[in-house]
């Protein structure tokens, strides 16, 4: 059981915009700023997006992300087949003292 | 640019100790506003922060472990290292080291991560 809840799963068809959410509380996504991580089978995860809405240097500008209150967004537009993998969110607990995750969503590119 | 790369024993029996150890090229684990993390992933399951261990050497862990769990600094400067004792199959996951870029509670991120190693741990 992931201390920040996302769906199991999204689906959507290519160039169209999907959004994947992210919610927790006020003790981390209500007193901080999220993350956001694409998964690759097998392999690491890789940062995508950093607080709440700052993309690293590389990701293209179709990965956005948002922060309002205790959930988080991260939204993908333009679709591609290579986008079908796995995301998940985290962000700092003042109560665990420590990083909480959630729980990944796949993407599926129909 | 820094790297991290895992390495340890992968297959344990249950009861034993697990012993990884992250090498990390390109910086030092002694210097920055870094927290040098473990976190595992059981498979087909979430991302669980196993604990972390900041530059000057406090170490914090996630409670539900904090008994198990102790993370050190390397006698070098780029390692760091995890114990986790009385293991059993439920420790069975890929365990992976980050660096968490910490400027404040409410900015930090991991980047980058390990590639990851499976721990197995069964009879």
């Known amino acids: 059981q992931s201390v920040l809840t996302q769906p199991p799963s999204a689906s959507e068809t290519p160039g169209q915009r999907v959004i994947i959410s992210c919610s927790g509380s006020?003790?981390?996504?209500?007193?901080?700023?999220v993350n956001w991580y694409q998964q690759l089978p097998g392999t690491a995860p890789k940062l995508l997006i950093y607080?709440?809405?700052q993309r690293p240097s590389g990701v293209p500008d179709r990965f956005s992300g948002s922060k309002s209150g205790t959930s988080a967004a991260l939204a993908i537009s333009g679709l591609q087949s290579e986008d079908e993998t796995d995301y998940f969110c985290?962000?700092?607990?003042?109560?665990?003292?420590?990083?909480?995750f959630g729980g990944g969503t796949k993407l599926t590119v129909l | 640019q820094v790297q991290l790369q895992e390495s340890g024993p992968g297959l344990l029996k249950p009861s034993q100790t697990l012993s990884l150890t992250c090498n990390v090229s390109?910086?030092?684990?002694?210097?920055?506003?870094?927290?040098w993390s473990w976190i595992r992933q059981p498979a087909g399951k979430g991302l669980e922060w196993i604990g972390h261990?900041?530059?000057?050497?406090?170490?914090n862990c996630n409670p539900s472990l904090k008994s198990r769990v102790a993370i050190s600094l390397g006698t070098s400067n780029n390692q760091f290292s995890l114990k986790l004792s009385s293991v059993t199959a439920t420790d069975t996951a890929v365990y992976y080291c980050?660096?968490?870029?910490?400027?404040?509670?409410?900015?930090?991120?991991?980047?980058?991560w390990g590639q990851g190693t499976l721990v197995t741990v069964s009879s």
């Open positions: 261990i900041y530059t000057n050497g406090s170490a």
């Open positions: 006020n003790s981390n996504i209500g007193s901080g700023t």
């Open positions: 985290t962000t700092w607990d003042d109560s665990l003292n420590g990083v909480v």
């Open positions: 390109g910086g030092s684990v002694r210097s920055g506003n870094y927290y």
């Open positions: 980050a660096r968490l870029i910490y400027y404040d509670s409410k900015y930090n991120w991991f980047d980058p």
């Open positions: 607080s709440n809405n």
